[in-house]
């Protein structure tokens, strides 16, 4: 019975070790039939399925010190605030004695010889000193009709200041002081300013001192403001308040990029929408005027209406393009030319006109003496004329400071 039994389990063993062996040796027995694949044509690529990648691993920046920047730009207020100064600016006029002086029905009895007295105006603003010889920028508005200006560094140095030269249309003067060792601010190419960039105002609000502010550049090119007449202004959102005309923005690096000059705001204090000059159009009329004494600009003598839709059609135009001339100064380059009010200006040495005040202002950074193709539309007629450009008279009852 025992000999039957190992004669019986003998091949059951060596049966299971070797399917134990096959097992090892070829894992795959384990796996069931594998589907047949579906044939597909060969003109048909097959889809490729994306990958399942794990999510990247971010490093966290370390904590940054004072001196690597975002936490504090103690370092570029340092570099450029002694550099900016407080303007105060007076002038003396007359005032009537009484109130009642200024009826006509009072005056008649007096006729000119009417008692007055002098009383002392006194308005506040800011300046930059870009220039070891003393030279400040400043708002043409900060000294305007002032009869004294008298300038105060951070360092307690106080001194009287002489106009070199003003320029309305842009807001923009300059001032020079006779003292020694003067801070100068570093001028920035303003060619790299971008929205979003720190932005930081420094001047004197409200008389309390010098101030910083902090925001950032929120537009650059702004114009159509009404504000002056040749309008490329930067916009930030750094706190400017009436105190802060004529002083400086500047980067993150501490550098000039703007002199701050007006605010948008309801309630006269700031809220959020400043503009400033930028340095790129006060450097070349900081030259101007210390040069020459006065800005020198293209002219072509013509007064220009924005082209409107239903003026297209009844000049036979397509589409609104360049701008009608509405008028033209007598004896000036466009008269010179040419030109007649009615004219359409389509374009300006090959350039097309999309916007009066844009043009405007390319024109004036035109040489005087130049000559300049224009392209303008006439009875629907397309002609060119060649324009010897002149230079822009100063504003009426102005003269140049020298």
């Given at each position: 019975?025992?000999?039957?039994?190992?004669?019986?389990?003998?091949?059951?063993?060596?049966?299971?070790?070797?399917?134990?062996?096959?097992?090892?040796?070829?894992?795959?027995?384990?796996?069931?039939?594998?589907?047949?694949?579906?044939?597909?044509?060969?003109?048909?690529?097959?889809?490729?399925?994306?990958?399942?990648?794990?999510?990247?691993?971010?490093?966290?920046?370390?904590?940054?010190?004072?001196?690597?920047?975002?936490?504090?730009?103690?370092?570029?207020?340092?570099?450029?605030?002694?550099?900016?100064?407080?303007?105060?600016?007076?002038?003396?006029?007359?005032?009537?004695?009484?109130?009642?002086?200024?009826?006509?029905?009072?005056?008649?009895?007096?006729?000119?010889?009417?008692?007055?007295?002098?009383?002392?105006?006194?308005?506040?603003?800011?300046?930059?000193?870009?220039?070891?010889?003393?030279?400040?920028?400043?708002?043409?508005?900060?000294?305007?009709?002032?009869?004294?200006?008298?300038?105060?560094?951070?360092?307690?140095?106080?001194?009287?200041?002489?106009?070199?030269?003003?320029?309305?249309?842009?807001?923009?003067?300059?001032?020079?002081?006779?003292?020694?060792?003067?801070?100068?601010?570093?001028?920035?190419?303003?060619?790299?300013?971008?929205?979003?960039?720190?932005?930081?105002?420094?001047?004197?609000?409200?008389?309390?001192?010098?101030?910083?502010?902090?925001?950032?550049?929120?537009?650059?090119?702004?114009?159509?403001?009404?504000?002056?007449?040749?309008?490329?202004?930067?916009?930030?959102?750094?706190?400017?308040?009436?105190?802060?005309?004529?002083?400086?923005?500047?980067?993150?690096?501490?550098?000039?990029?703007?002199?701050?000059?007006?605010?948008?705001?309801?309630?006269?204090?700031?809220?959020?929408?400043?503009?400033?000059?930028?340095?790129?159009?006060?450097?070349?009329?900081?030259?101007?005027?210390?040069?020459?004494?006065?800005?020198?600009?293209?002219?072509?003598?013509?007064?220009?209406?924005?082209?409107?839709?239903?003026?297209?059609?009844?000049?036979?135009?397509?589409a609104p393009r360049g701008v009608v001339i509405s008028g033209v100064v007598p004896e000036g380059p466009a008269a010179a030319a040419g030109l007649r009010p009615g004219d359409v200006l389509l374009e300006v040495d090959g350039r097309p006109i999309l916007d009066a005040r844009a043009a405007m202002s390319d024109i004036a950074a035109i040489q005087p003496g130049a000559t300049l193709p224009l392209t303008l539309v006439r009875s629907g007629e397309t002609f060119t004329v060649?324009?010897?450009?002149?230079?822009?008279p100063l504003p009426p009852g102005r003269r140049p400071e020298r």
């Amino acid at each position: 019975m025992r000999r039957s039994l190992i004669t019986y389990a003998l091949p059951v063993l060596i049966g299971v070790l070797l399917a134990i062996v096959l097992l090892n040796t070829f894992p795959q027995l384990l796996q069931g039939p594998s589907t047949p694949q579906t044939p597909t044509r060969q003109s048909q690529p097959a889809v490729v399925q994306p990958q399942t990648r794990p999510a990247p691993e971010l490093q966290q920046a370390a904590p940054l010190s004072r001196q690597q920047g975002p936490v504090s730009y103690s370092a570029a207020v340092e570099k450029a605030a002694p550099a900016v100064v407080n303007v105060y600016s007076s002038r003396v006029v007359a005032r009537e004695e009484h109130p009642l002086m200024s009826d006509p029905f009072f005056r008649q009895f007096f006729g000119d010889d009417l008692p007055t007295q002098q009383r002392l105006l006194s308005s506040l603003g800011s300046g930059v000193i870009v220039s070891e010889d003393g030279y400040v920028l400043t708002n043409h508005h900060v000294i305007d009709g002032a009869d004294e200006i008298q300038v105060a560094l951070r360092d307690g140095r106080e001194t009287l200041a002489e106009v070199i030269g003003t320029d309305p249309e842009s807001d923009l003067a300059v001032l020079r002081i006779g003292l020694d060792n003067l801070p100068v601010i570093e001028i920035s190419d303003t060619n790299d300013v971008a929205v979003g960039d720190i932005a930081m105002a420094i001047g004197n609000p409200f008389g309390v001192g010098q101030t910083v502010t902090m925001g950032i550049i929120s537009a650059t090119g702004r114009s159509h403001l009404g504000l002056s007449a040749y309008e490329d202004f930067i916009q930030t959102d750094a706190a400017i308040n009436p105190g802060n005309s004529g002083g400086a923005l500047v980067n993150a690096e501490g550098a000039l990029v703007g002199i701050n000059t007006a605010i948008f705001s309801r309630t006269g204090g700031s809220q959020g929408v400043g503009f400033a000059i930028p340095m790129r159009l006060a450097s070349t009329i900081l030259d101007d005027l210390v040069t020459q004494g006065r800005v020198i600009r293209g002219w072509l003598g013509v007064e220009a209406q924005e082209m409107t839709q239903d003026l297209a059609a009844s000049f036979g135009l397509v589409a609104p393009r360049g701008v009608v001339i509405s008028g033209v100064v007598p004896e000036g380059p466009a008269a010179a030319a040419g030109l007649r009010p009615g004219d359409v200006l389509l374009e300006v040495d090959g350039r097309p006109i999309l916007d009066a005040r844009a043009a405007m202002s390319d024109i004036a950074a035109i040489q005087p003496g130049a000559t300049l193709p224009l392209t303008l539309v006439r009875s629907g007629e397309t002609f060119t004329v060649d324009l010897e450009v002149g230079e822009r008279p100063l504003p009426p009852g102005r003269r140049p400071e020298r």
